[in-house]
């Protein structure tokens, strides 16, 4: 499954109850049925770290490391790799 973060948000990701809602009603399932997620960032400006928290972190929080080979992230500028890093990192803790 491939989502366009920006079709759902606009240039600027911060809208947390979209996230969350995504993460529940798109991510998660296909996470559950063990399909690759593909989260693509293109055009994406910035996003708050409220909304990739709200967006990734309970998969990886529940799940650990092995999440990670269900999830690719495409086209992220560097504050937005940044800033799903430091979510990932932190739900793993």
């Known amino acids: 499954m491939k989502l366009m973060i920006k079709d759902y948000t606009g240039n600027f990701a911060e809208n947390k109850d979209v996230a969350k809602n ?4 798109q991510i998660e399932p296909t996470f559950k049925n063990r399909e690759v997620i593909i989260l693509d960032f293109k055009n994406i400006d ?3 770290q409220s909304f990739i928290h709200a967006l990734i972190s309970e998969i990886f929080q529940k799940n650990g490391e092995s999440a990670l080979q269900l999830f690719e992230f495409k086209n992220c500028n560097k504050p937005v790799k940044s800033l799903i ?3 990932i990192n ?3 803790e």
Do not use: D, G, I, K
């Open 22 to 25: 995504l993460r529940m009603n």
């Open 46 to 48: 910035s996003t708050t």
């Open 90 to 92: 932190y739900s793993m």
């Open 85 to 87: 890093t430091t979510v």
